[in-house]
């Protein structure tokens, strides 16, 4: 859940800012689930990242990666354009981050993922 740089970058002539940045999971994950939500509500649990957090007030849109160990795929979902949550998907079966992980589906609850790193590009409105 840290930001280690958050380099706010101009793309090619004509396009949006954006921001390149590494994230560490949640040391305790909740899972997002696959319950759907009510109109007007939003989901809950997950990974928390809110715009401020990359010195910005609007992210349009967050690019899905992959962690560096190849263990997660990191999937964002959008509450409001100022608050994200990462879904952590896991690519390996077994043991991993604490529990017992079955690739392709989210990582389990609990699973330690403080350990594992992504880096993410959040495509950012100026100011």
Not at 1 to 26: C, H, I, Q
Request: hydrophobic share 40%; with cysteine; proline share 8%.
């Amino acid at each position: 859940m840290s930001v280690y740089s958050t380099p706010r970058k101009l793309a090619p002539p004509g396009d949006e800012p954006y921001v390149r940045f590494e994230w560490n999971g949640p040391a305790l994950y909740a899972q997002v689930g696959t319950t759907p939500v009510a109109a007007g509500g939003s989901p809950t649990n997950g990974d928390p990242l809110s715009a401020l957090a990359l010195g910005s007030n609007t992210i349009v849109s967050i690019d899905p990666a992959v962690t560096y160990t190849g263990n997660f795929l990191v999937l964002p979902i959008r509450v409001s354009f100022s608050k994200w949550i990462l879904k952590w998907i896991a690519l390996v079966s077994g043991s991993c981050c604490g529990q017992s992980q079955t690739a392709y589906t989210e990582a389990a609850a609990s699973s330690t993922l403080n350990l594992e790193t992504v880096k993410l590009v959040a495509h950012t409105l100026s100011g």
